[in-house]
């Protein structure tokens, strides 16, 4: 690997804190509000964040038009679909749990990759990785709680729920891949802004949040997630993506899972089995194997934990 500036390793270092703490503070809001509204909340704030960096830096968002639909598509399948999958997942089980499970994105957009991506072809190490990562997810989960013969139902579904989260960002990592265009940093705003639009009719609906009665403790922690891991997580990564390169960014996904599992432990008391340890093993190994000679990623704003 090239030498990179210590500014480098410094945003690095600032986006794994923001990221990787991001589980505990969803798993300390959520048992305050609903999950619909803390996905709406943290939408709203880093939406009028972002959308007011962009305006301040002098940048310009497309007419509404057929060039907003591609930012509609990742809105939903990148924001509003994964955020509320991994909170309400978050409601049953630990927040080390959820960074482990959230480890296999890499590889599933290997995967998708290969089928709608073109010169994205599953390669044996690749493929290698990809079985290792699911080899680890089992450990994680346990084979006769994915063959629904044990364990109990809301843990599983907890599980199934971050899970699908994570695949949700996988396939928006490709979706980036073959729609988006233009600005990376006018999409990151439009995209956000629009999954607040959306979020925000469903927290009504479904929360009606008026009638909750969140401490102070609870509302910082909102706001917290909506400014940090949502808005200033989004400006450090593309910083990072500009300085470092893709490649380098690579690097945050052997580390959100490790930070989330040691916070959680500290911070929690949280008090994972052997099977996080072996699952989350498994899991980097194969976020390892698979990107043995991998070519970068193209820039394309980034999954929000």
Same mark, same amino acid.
């Given at each position: ?34 999950? %619909? ?8 704030? +880093? ?23 591609? &930012? ?25 749990? @959820? ?51 044990? +364990? ?13 989260? @994570?695949? *949700? ?25 629009? @999954? ?47 300085? %470092? ?8 996904? &052997? *580390? ?7 916070? +959680? ?7 994972? +089995?052997?099977?996080? &340890? ?6 980097? @190994? ?20």
């Amino acid at each position: 690997m090239a030498a990179h500036a210590l500014r480098d390793w410094g945003l690095l270092a600032a986006l794994v804190a923001l990221w990787g703490s991001n589980f505990m503070f969803i798993k300390l809001g959520v048992a305050a509000v609903p999950p %619909a509204t803390l996905v709406a909340s943290r939408l709203v704030i +880093g939406a009028v964040i972002l959308v007011a960096v962009v305006r301040a830096w002098g940048y310009v968002f497309p007419t509404l038009g057929r060039a907003w639909m591609p &930012y509609i598509v990742l809105a939903v399948v990148g924001n509003c679909m994964p955020f509320w999958f991994i909170t309400w997942g978050q409601k049953s089980i630990d927040s080390a749990l @959820a960074g482990i499970l959230m480890a296999i994105m890499p590889l599933t957009t290997l995967l998708l990759a290969h089928f709608f991506v073109s010169g994205e072809r599953m390669t044996r190490n690749r493929v290698a990785g990809f079985g290792l990562g699911f080899m680890g997810i089992v450990a994680l989960m346990g084979p006769a709680a994915l063959a629904g013969l044990g +364990g109990s139902p809301l843990q599983i579904l907890a599980q199934l729920s971050v899970l699908c989260g @994570a695949l *949700c960002y996988a396939a928006n990592g490709v979706l980036i891949r073959v729609t988006l265009k233009g600005d990376v940093i006018v999409a990151s705003a439009a995209i956000i802004a629009i @999954a607040a639009v959306v979020s925000v009719p469903v927290a009504l609906a479904v929360d009606q949040p008026w009638r909750l009665d969140p401490d102070w403790t609870a509302i910082s922690i909102l706001t917290w997630i909506g400014i940090g891991p949502t808005a200033i997580a989004t400006l450090v990564h593309l910083k990072l993506i500009a300085s %470092a390169g893709p490649t380098f960014m690579s690097l945050i996904n &052997y *580390c959100i899972p490790v930070v989330a599992l040691l916070i +959680g432990m500290a911070l929690l008391g949280e008090e994972p +089995g052997a099977n996080a &340890y072996s699952g989350l093993a498994l899991i980097l @190994a194969g976020i390892g194997l698979s990107q043995l000679r991998r070519n970068p990623a193209p820039k394309g704003p980034p999954p929000v934990p």
